[in-house]
């Protein structure tokens, strides 16, 4: 059983910048990770991923030019540089991990507790 641990999140100011990081267990051996977010009373929202093997990345317009994913494959976890945050980045951010290269949610079969980020003055 993949587990996987969010850290990073917090209170922010608008234009502000937070690092996400999610920590798997040992045994994740995935061939994509990434994050989604969800506000409340909104479905959730693809934000980036990261394909394993080569580091290729796909982002959401909103995250494209602020937001950057990567990974570190000695201590097996994924991050997300977030800046230039806007309010309307508020969400719970939740790492994923899944073996199809997708933007759909419902494709991954792995999913952390999330984190939750907040922008405001």
């Known amino acids: 059983q993949v587990q996987l641990e969010e850290s990073g999140g917090g209170l922010v100011e608008p234009g502000g910048s937070l690092r996400l990081s999610c920590a798997a267990s040992?045994?994740?051996?995935?061939?994509?990770r990434g994050w989604f977010r969800q506000a409340p009373g909104k479905a959730r929202d693809f934000v980036a991923i990261?394909?394993?093997?080569?580091?290729?990345?796909e982002y959401s317009e909103s995250a494209k030019g602020r937001f950057s994913i990567s990974r570190d494959i000695v201590e097996n976890s994924v991050h997300l540089q977030m800046n230039s945050l806007k309010p309307e980045d508020s969400a719970v951010y939740y790492c994923?991990?899944?073996?199809?290269?997708?933007?759909?949610?419902?494709?991954?079969?792995?999913w952390g507790q999330g984190t939750q980020v907040t922008v405001s003055s």
């Open positions: 994923v991990a899944g073996s199809r290269f997708s933007r759909m949610p419902d494709l991954y079969d792995y």
């Open positions: 990261i394909r394993w093997s080569d580091g290729y990345t």
């Open positions: 040992e045994n994740t051996n995935p061939y994509v």
